[in-house]
């Protein structure tokens, strides 16, 4: 038996359904792409066709997925186990699955629990779903984490001391910082002003099964609102020139590769980028 064709097709299958869970969105930028080529995102919103993902990176970001779906089965699990504590309140999915919860102290609501929550945020036309985050309306503090794997190599660019203070990127800090600004759509509909806030990333190496926190600095928020504002930009100047945002040439002919800022951010994002083939 072929296991690894086999495993292959199926991997096809779930992009398939993630391709079809997402249609009707096709027009909007994704808040897990935040940091991304400015470039990348129009090439997508118009549709233009994508390098196939070799069989491997899909083996690879699967891993991810898979790690990413029992953080999440975990927090409901807690939630289960103390049922007596929490309600359930609306499916902010759109799967049918309840994705707020919370619990009640002396009659009234004490925490928000929100778990793949579906965050949209039209003023920059972006979607999204947060991984976990928890509105204390007690303490009013807001806190949202964002999962990652990483297997040993980023994880010492990350964490290790020879690399000490060498971030090797910004985008997950910018992701984080989005869902915040996602998040924060939903305070009123709960009732909720943050006094402060805490983002994280949790960690978990994929090689040594170490798991890791890192605190984000407030201050990606500001640089995660004027990303999408100059995106939101190019978008404008394309849409002017092609209104149904399909015609892929005029993000070449508006946007040239290596011109302007943050096309791309960083050189190697374009070994990784599945619109190399044509972008000019
Ligand atoms: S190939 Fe490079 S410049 Fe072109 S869209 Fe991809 S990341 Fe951006």
């Not at 040993?152 to 203070?165: A, E, P, Q, T, V």
Request: proline share 2%; with cysteine; hydrophobic share 30%.
């Amino acid at each position: 038996m072929e296991i690894e064709q086999i495993y292959s097709q199926f991997l096809d299958s779930k992009s398939n359904e993630y391709k079809e869970k997402h249609k009707g969105m096709e027009k909007l930028f994704s808040a897990s792409s935040a940091g991304h080529c400015y470039k990348k995102h129009m090439f997508k919103i118009t549709g233009a066709s994508e390098k196939q993902i070799e069989a491997r990176s899909q083996r690879i970001m699967r891993l991810g997925t898979l790690v990413h779906q029992d953080f999440e089965d975990a927090i409901k699990y807690y939630i289960n186990n103390n049922t007596d504590k929490f309600a359930t309140s609306s499916d902010g999915s759109g799967t049918g699955e309840p994705t707020q919860f919370y619990t009640r102290v002396d009659g009234k609501q004490d925490k928000v629990f929100f778990i793949e929550h579906r965050i949209h945020i039209p003023e920059y036309n972006i979607v999204g779903h947060l991984d976990f985050a928890v509105a204390d309306k007690n303490s009013k503090d807001v806190y949202v984490y964002d999962y990652k794997t990483a297997a040993s190599y980023k994880w010492s660019l990350k964490f290790g001391r020879k690399y000490k203070d060498k971030n090797p990127n910004f985008n997950y800090e910018m992701q984080l910082s989005t869902y915040l600004l996602g998040l924060q759509k939903h305070f009123e509909e709960i009732d909720f002003q943050a006094e402060s806030i805490q983002m994280s990333i949790i960690w978990y190496n994929k090689d040594t099964s170490r798991m890791r926190e890192e605190k984000i600095q407030l201050e990606y928020i500001d640089m995660a609102i004027n990303y999408w504002e100059e995106l939101n930009q190019w978008r404008d100047s394309i849409e002017k020139e092609n209104p149904e945002l399909d015609n892929h040439d005029i993000v070449n002919l508006t946007i040239p590769r290596f011109k302007e800022v943050g096309v791309p951010f960083q050189d190697w994002e374009c070994n990784y980028c599945p619109y190399e083939h044509i972008c000019k």
